[in-house]
C-alpha cells in the first residue's frame, strides 16, 4: 500500500501527510497532550495539532528539548498554543506528577496521544524495577491515561464533543513472544529478547484500547481510544534494535518521511471520518486488522487486571 500509494476507504494512503488528513479541521478550543513530541513523530504531531488551532502540551523527558520545538513550532506558527512539561515513562513517580501537574492548570483535555515509547533495548529495569519495555511502553500510557481519564470523560461531557485517545503501536506486535504477554516472566531476563519485547509491549498498546473501549462504552463515556501503526520511519527509535534497526537504517528508500509518519496519529486524533469509532486498530490511515491476540478481549481483560498490579501499588 506504502509503495503504490493506494488510497483506502478514508481516502487517504501510506503517502498521506498530517496536514493532508486534517486540512479543513478546525481544533480550536481543543486541548491535546502528545507525549513524546521532542523528536520524531511527536514533534510532527505536536506541529500540525498546532497548526489546526489546537491547545499542545508536550509531554516531554527533556524539557530543553521540548523547549526547542516550541521555538521552532512557533516560528512557524506564530499564533499556536503550546506548553512543554516534564513527564519520564520510566517511573510512575514522574507519571503521577504531570497529570497531576496537568489537572492543576484546570485544563479541558479533549485529545491523548500516547507516542512516546523505547525499542530493542538490551535487558533494563524501569525505575520501578520493572522490564523497561514492559513498563515505558505499556505500563506509562496505561498509568497516564488513567489518571487523565475523568478529565476527558468530564471535558467531552461539558464540551459536547468526543474525546479521543491515540496508543501508538506497531505492526510488530504480531512477532513478539509466541504465548503473546509473558505475565509470569516480565522480569525474566533469561526470557528476554529485545525485538519479541518490543512486539510484547505493542500488544499491549492495543489490548490497552480493547478493554479501554468496552469500559467506556460501558459507563456511556463520550471518549474513544484507537491505536495504530505509524508505519517503518527512520527516527532514532531504532537505534537499539540490532538487525532491524540496520534494516530501517538502510531501507530508506521503502521508509515514511515525518510527515507520512504522524499522519494516522494526526487522522485519529482530529479527522471527523472517525467519530464513535472506537477499539480498532489503524494503519495508512484506514482500519485495519489487528492480529489474532490483539484482538482477543479475555486478554484484554486479563492484561489490564495485571497492569493494576503494578500501577496500582506505586
Not at 20 to 33: E, F, S, W
Not at 44 to 66: Q, S, Y
Not at 299 to 309: G, P
Request: charged content about 20%; some cysteine; proline content about 3%.
Amino acid at each position: 500500500m506504502w509503495i503504490l500509494g493506494l488510497k483506502g476507504k478514508s481516502g487517504f494512503s501510506a503517502r498521506s501527510t498530517a496536514e493532508q488528513v486534517t486540512k479543513g479541521v478546525d481544533g480550536k478550543g481543543l486541548v491535546a497532550i502528545v507525549t513524546g513530541s521532542s523528536n520524531g513523530i511527536g514533534i510532527e504531531t505536536a506541529r500540525v495539532l498546532a497548526l489546526r488551532g489546537v491547545h499542545v502540551i508536550m509531554g516531554v523527558r527533556n524539557c530543553k528539548a521540548g523547549e526547542k520545538v516550541k521555538e521552532d513550532i512557533l516560528k512557524k506558527i506564530p499564533g499556536a498554543k503550546i506548553d512543554v512539561m516534564e513527564i519520564d515513562l520510566n517511573t510512575f513517580a514522574s507519571i503521577r506528577k504531570f497529570a497531576a501537574a496537568f489537572i492543576a492548570t484546570g485544563l479541558q483535555l479533549n485529545i491523548l496521544v500516547n507516542n512516546a515509547g523505547i525499542m530493542s533495548p538490551p535487558f533494563t529495569l524501569s525505575k520501578d524495577g520493572i522490564e523497561q519495555q514492559f513498563a515505558v511502553n505499556h505500563l506509562g500510557p496505561f498509568l497516564l491515561t488513567n489518571l487523565l481519564l475523568d478529565t476527558m470523560k468530564n471535558t467531552a461531557r461539558d464540551c459536547g464533543k468526543e474525546g479521543r485517545i491515540v496508543n501508538i503501536a506497531s505492526t510488530l506486535h504480531s512477532y513478539g513472544y509466541k504465548e503473546g504477554i509473558l505475565f509470569d516472566k516480565i522480569n525474566d531476563k533469561d526470557s528476554y529478547d529485545p525485538n519479541s519485547a518490543y512486539g510484547q509491549s505493542k500488544l499491549c498498546n492495543i489490548l490497552h484500547c480493547v478493554e479501554l473501549t468496552r469500559r467506556l462504552k460501558e459507563e456511556g463515556a463520550n471518549v474513544t481510544a484507537n491505536s495504530l501503526h505509524p508505519g517503518l520511519i527512520a527516527t532514532n527509535i531504532s537505534q537499539n534494535s540490532g538487525i532491524l534497526g540496520c534494516f530501517l537504517g538502510c531501507s530508506q528508500f521503502l521508509l515514511k518521511n515525518i510527515p507520512q509518519g504522524a499522519s494516522t496519529s494526526c487522522y485519529l486524533a482530529l479527522n471527523p471520518k472517525v467519530n464513535g469509532v472506537s477499539g480498532e486498530y489503524f494503519a495508512d490511515n484506514n482500519m485495519d486488522k489487528a492480529s489474532k491476540m490483539g484482538r482477543d478481549p479475555e486478554l484484554a481483560k486479563k492484561l489490564w487486571e495485571f497492569s493494576l498490579t503494578f500501577t496500582e501499588s506505586k
